[in-house]
């Protein structure tokens, strides 16, 4: 990445467990029983997912700190929230977990479009890298032969990045901002 792009994004964690595979009867006694991808409006949101093989997804933002320490209290947060969201599955296994970095910028918008002179990315998919990043990739290259126009993009992609205020203190102030959505999202 350029250096002069350096302190425009904020790595913030994103959470994972999963179940193991829930009986008909299980899904049925929770009232779920959809496999559609489905999200609450918190700030700190949980995203949710039952897979085709009865496997139940359940994910949250939220960690700040990367240690093993970290990722144990952050493990145990996960499976209070999955637990106070899906009380007929409090007594369910959970055995896999996993947490990861996602990219975030200031305008809390995906952006694909020319960096500096000559150089295009598309950057920032704020936990949708994976449905983003091919499609994004895509556009990048048609840019870059000629095909396409940075212009043809959706305006709200195409905004100007801009940098965090005072970078060197952002995940000092993730800190504060993830302890006032918690009190806000309760």
């Known amino acids: 990445m350029p250096s002069a792009l ?5 790595p913030i964690l994103s959470n994972i467990l999963v179940t193991r595979p829930l009986t008909v009867s299980e899904q049925q006694a ?5 496999t559609e991808l489905a999200a609450d409006t918190r700030n700190l ?13 359940f994910g949250m933002r939220g960690g700040t700190g990367l240690s093993s320490r970290d990722e144990v209290a952050m493990k145990r947060n996960v499976r ?6 899906f009380p007929a599955w409090a ?3 959970t055995p896999h977990f996993w947490s990861g ?7 809390l918008s995906a952006y ?9 990315a598309p950057l920032a998919y704020h936990g949708s890298g994976v449905a983003m ?7 990048i290259a048609d840019i870059i032969a000629g095909e396409t126009e940075a212009l043809d993009m959706p305006a709200v992609l195409r905004q100007p990045l801009q940098p965090f205020t005072l970078p060197g203190f952002r995940r000092h102030y993730l800190k504060a901002a993830y302890t006032w959505y918690g009190l806000k999202d309760h």
């Open 6 to 10: 350096s302190g425009w994004f904020l």
């Open 30 to 34: 929770q009232g779920w029983t959809s």
């Open 45 to 57: 949101l949980h995203y949710v997912r039952l897979l085709r093989d009865g496997l139940f997804l």
């Open 80 to 85: 209070a929230s999955f637990e106070c969201l």
């Open 91 to 93: 007594h369910i296994e």
């Open 101 to 107: 970095l996602e990219c975030l910028s200031r305008n």
């Open 112 to 120: 694909i479009g020319p960096l500096e002179q000559g150089q295009y």
């Open 133 to 139: 990043a091919s499609w994004a990739g895509r556009q």
